[in-house]
């Protein structure tokens, strides 16, 4: 039985103060920074990872370090493990970009299985890479446990992919900054353990 230690990066301005991420390459906030030590922490107190991947931009790998800190590891950065593009949303408020899309914005909200985002990614391509990346390390990993520091967008696709529940129940699962989600792999098929766990961030 493989295990899968899936963690949302920690915080940066940009989550505090709402904004389409997406590709833009946003550090973590001091917030974030000892959030993902306290993460690192508590993975290194319950489960020994044999390996470390995680999206290439900065709030995914300062959030992967701090883990691998603790077993003397390299993350190793994913492409496939990259946020959402955003296109031409990215780097905007909700508002701001609702001035200019507001039918596209209504539907992100609204009906995300429905969303075009000008310029980027939909939700059904998003899942397709996602859940090709997640089998491809599985498989490299079929006994082993491994941890994947993805984004919000990422981690909702997966775990809606692991359910096998479809894009429209984007919004009814939760991903705060730093939770920890355990998932199984039995080699076909996947079980939820554990999701948006972040009690180990209330003993800062």
């Known amino acids: 039985m493989g295990c899968i230690i899936l963690v949302r ?9 709402e904004r389409f991420r997406g ?19 508590w993975i ?6 044999e390996a470390i991947y995680a999206s290439p931009l900065s709030r995914a790998m300062q959030t992967a370090e701090a883990t691998a800190r603790h077993f003397d590891i390299t993350v190793q950065p994913v492409s496939g493990l990259a946020d959402i593009d955003y296109g031409e949303w990215q780097g905007l408020t909700p508002e701001e970009a609702r001035q200019r899309w507001q039918e596209q914005v209504d539907n992100w909200y609204n009906a995300p299985e429905k969303a075009v985002i000008p310029g980027g990614e939909s939700l059904q391509e998003l899942r ?36 096998g529940l479809g ?8 991903q ?9 792999w039995d080699g076909t098929d996947f079980t939820l353990v554990c999701m948006n766990d972040t009690c180990h961030l209330n003993k800062r």
């Open 9 to 17: 990066h920690g915080q940066t301005e940009w989550n505090r103060n």
């Open 23 to 41: 590709r833009a390459d946003i550090p973590l906030n001091q917030t974030g920074l000892e959030q993902a030590e306290a993460t690192g922490a």
């Open 44 to 49: 290194a107190a319950h489960w020994r990872p």
């Open 128 to 163: 397709k890479r996602l859940m090709d990346t997640l089998m491809t390390l599985c498989q490299k990993h079929p006994q082993g446990t491994i941890m994947l520091v993805g984004h919000t967008v990422v981690n909702r696709v997966i775990l809606l992919g692991v359910l």
């Open 167 to 174: 894009n429209e129940r984007f919004w009814r699962i939760k």
């Open 176 to 184: 705060d900054t730093c939770a920890i989600n355990i998932i199984e």
